[in-house]
């Protein structure tokens, strides 16, 4: 366990896996990004990388035709 805040991905999964039962296959996305300090090409804060190409990834393969 980190002393920062972040509960990190493995302490999310095992968070899922404990409370999800008898449920169908299913699929845990650590897809928060944070960056603590600025640089030249992002700001102090959260990330939205991930999130936007797993929507447009998404969005491109089953959408409606």
């Known amino acids: 366990m980190t002393s ?3 509960a990190g991905s493995i ?3 095992l968070f899922l896996k404990r409370f999800v039962k008898n449920a169908a ?4 996305f650590d ?12 700001p102090v804060g ?3 990388q991930a999130i936007r ?7 491109h393969r089953y959408a409606m035709r």
């Open 25 to 28: 296959a299913w699929a845990h």
């Open 31 to 42: 897809v928060f990004a944070w960056t603590p300090v600025e640089k030249p090409h992002a």
């Open 46 to 48: 959260g990330e939205a």
């Open 11 to 13: 302490t999310a999964a």
């Open 53 to 59: 190409a797993l929507y447009h990834l998404i969005r």
């Open 4 to 6: 920062d805040g972040f």
